[in-house]
């Protein structure tokens, strides 16, 4: 777990080879099990095989050029209604997106976390192309696939930023 945790990276090149569904489904039970506010995993997944569809979410996020190799991509949304105050949304589904990363460098599957800004027009189109439902809030899209790089990481570990009792 700690060398996943040190070794995994964005993978912004893809095999082109498809990912079996018992790792997709790995990787969303991984993303179910993080933690969230009161327990109310306030998250749902859609995922997405659809050309077309990814394409149209390519056009619609600019920063995922990964996605025209990339055979799958999971967008990972939050229920507004289920935590005890809506913000807390982001951060149960960062916790859930950052298992799903791990969870996928376990099983040799790259991946590539795609942000989407709350309330931007980016989340507002990415809401129109998936028909979410009035209280469902896109909140970042995962790219995933076999990867066609290897990166390795560098020491990111800075004494500097750590601080003891108080600042
Ligand atoms: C909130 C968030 C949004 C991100 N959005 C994008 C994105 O739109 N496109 C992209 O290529 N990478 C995106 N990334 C990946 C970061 O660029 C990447 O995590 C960062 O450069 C560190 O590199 P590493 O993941 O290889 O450790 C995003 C990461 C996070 C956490």
């Known amino acids: 777990m700690l ?5 995994r990276r964005s993978i ?10 018992d790792k997709i489904k790995t990787i969303l039970r991984a993303a179910m ?8 995993r306030p998250w749902h997944f859609i995922v997405v095989h659809d050309r077309s569809i ?11 050029n990964m996605l025209s190799e990339a055979p799958v991509l999971i967008v990972v949304c939050g229920d507004l209604d289920k935590p005890h105050d809506e913000v807390y949304y982001l951060e149960d589904c960062a ?10 460098y376990e099983l040799q599957l790259g991946t590539c976390w795609l942000g989407i800004v709350p309330k931007s027009k980016c989340a507002e189109d990415l809401k129109k192309l998936f028909n979410l439902p009035d209280r469902i ?8 696939g076999y990867p066609a790089q290897t990166r390795e990481t ?11 009792n108080t600042w």
Not at 3 to 7: A, E, L, Q, V, W
Not at 33 to 40: G, H, I, K, R, V
Request: glycine share 2%; net charge negative; proline share 5%.
């Open 54 to 64: 990814i394409a149209e979410f390519q056009r619609i996020q600019e920063w995922a």
């Open 33 to 40: 099990y993080a933690p969230s506010a009161d327990n109310t």
């Open 3 to 7: 060398s996943t945790i040190f070794k």
């Open 137 to 144: 809030e896109p909140y970042c899209g995962v790219a995933v």
């Open 95 to 104: 916790a859930a997106t950052q298992n799903m990363l791990l969870a996928a």
């Open 12 to 21: 912004r090149k893809y095999l082109d080879k498809p990912v079996e569904s």
């Open 154 to 164: 560098r020491e990111r570990y800075n004494e500097s930023l750590i601080h003891t």
